[in-house]
């Protein structure tokens, strides 16, 4: 069954503008995760936040947790066109490191 | 280079045939998993060994079996291929934290 669900399904910035990007889920987790995938390509993983960690930072990207509203969000500062991708919240629930439920993901496209 | 790498990339065959995905990665990682990305996206986890040992088995029907020959391989072989399984077929594997690592996909076609 699907756990996460990511909002906006798309969109649409400018160059240099940030990007935000939000997912739900239902259950208590252990982890969630962010992965981008490039059109034809697989996905590729981003971040990991675990259930005790609020905020979490890599580069350009900031990943927030709020397990009271069961939800994250990935924001992306400065965007650039290479970021164009789709981005897909991962949760990893039921005491295994193993599996992941993705949401279904968000289109992001930056305009040059 | 390390990765995870799939074969072959294209597979277009015809309904009722048997074909096989092969997965292989030089990761280290103990866990492999097949997923399947229908046409809106949407992926769902098929399978995942760890060691070689089947630990998750989804609702997939069992014209699809995986094959672990050892804890670098995972391959899944399909049986009397349907129209519905056409999609892309993804290979991953896993650090013991849980991230994981994507191959490059197998975009099954079956006419």
């Known amino acids: 069954s699907q756990q996460g669900e990511e909002d906006p399904q798309a969109l649409s910035i400018q160059e240099g503008e940030n990007a935000t990007m939000n997912c739900s889920y239902k259950?208590?987790?252990?982890?969630l995760q962010w992965y981008r995938q490039n059109s034809g390509r697989g996905l590729v993983h981003l971040i990991l936040?675990?259930?005790?960690?609020r905020e979490k930072h890599s580069g350009r990207l900031r990943v927030t947790l709020d397990t009271s509203k069961k939800s994250s969000s990935l924001l992306i500062t400065a965007s650039r066109a290479a970021d164009t991708a789709s981005y897909f919240c991962?949760?990893?629930?039921?005491?295994?490191?193993?599996?992941?439920?993705f949401g279904k993901g968000t289109l992001l496209t930056v305009n040059p | 280079d390390t990765a995870v790498s799939q074969t072959p990339k294209y597979l277009v065959t015809q309904m009722g045939n048997d074909k096989s995905i092969k997965c292989e990665q030089n990761l280290g990682h103990d866990t492999m998993y097949w997923y399947k990305q229908d046409s809106k996206k949407f992926l769902k986890i098929m399978f995942s060994y760890n060691n070689k040992e089947l630990i998750i088995n989804e609702t997939v029907p069992n014209r699809f079996s995986p094959k672990s020959p050892d804890k670098a391989h995972l391959n899944l072989h399909i049986n009397s291929l349907e129209l519905g399984d056409s999609a892309v077929y993804f290979c991953?594997?896993?650090?013991?934290?849980?991230?994981?690592?994507f191959g490059p996909g197998t975009r099954l076609t079956v006419t």
């Open positions: 936040i675990r259930s005790n960690e």
């Open positions: 259950t208590s987790i252990n982890n």
């Open positions: 991962a949760t990893n629930s039921g005491g295994s490191n193993y599996k992941l439920t």
């Open positions: 991953a594997s896993s650090t013991l934290q849980g991230e994981q690592y």
